[in-house]
């Protein structure tokens, strides 16, 4: 029995079981232990810091997918209107080509009709003449 009790004075001294300042069993040394709680204390904290990083990511990315929207509607509302202003263009432009066309033709109904009064105008004289002759012939 004397080698039993000699046993149990040497228990703590078997490898990986250790009493800490409380005298409770420990399969860990006390530094080992302290290590490990800081460890995980340290892993908490990266998880919670990886967590809000994830959360700031996508808020960043959702801002920035509305953003893209938005500069996509603005694209597509500056074609239009640049479509737009080319389509009143072209209609200016073919309004005003009308516009000369029809300038033209009234310039030669002009001409043509001032030659046609000049016509007349001789023609009422030489009748003029032609009565003025017989009235005093």
Do not use: C, W
Not at 49 to 56: D, K, L, V
Not at 96 to 107: G, R, W
């Amino acid at each position: 029995m004397g080698e039993q009790q000699s046993d149990d004075q040497n228990a703590p001294e078997i490898e990986g079981f250790f009493f800490d300042e409380v005298s409770r069993i420990r399969v860990l040394d006390t530094t080992k232990h302290q290590e490990t709680v800081e460890l995980r204390d340290e892993a908490k904290d990266f998880t919670e810091r990886i967590e809000q990083f994830h959360g700031t990511a996508g808020d960043l990315i959702e801002m920035v997918t509305n953003l893209a929207k938005l500069v996509e509607e603005e694209k597509l509302n500056a074609l239009g209107t640049r479509n737009l202003v080319n389509s009143v263009s072209q209609q200016r432009d073919r309004d005003k080509q009308q516009l000369l066309e029809q300038t033209a033709e009234k310039q030669i109904k002009i001409e043509r009709l001032r030659v046609e009064y000049s016509t007349l105008l001789k023609i009422q004289q030489e009748q003029e003449q032609m009565m003025e002759s017989f009235a005093t012939s």
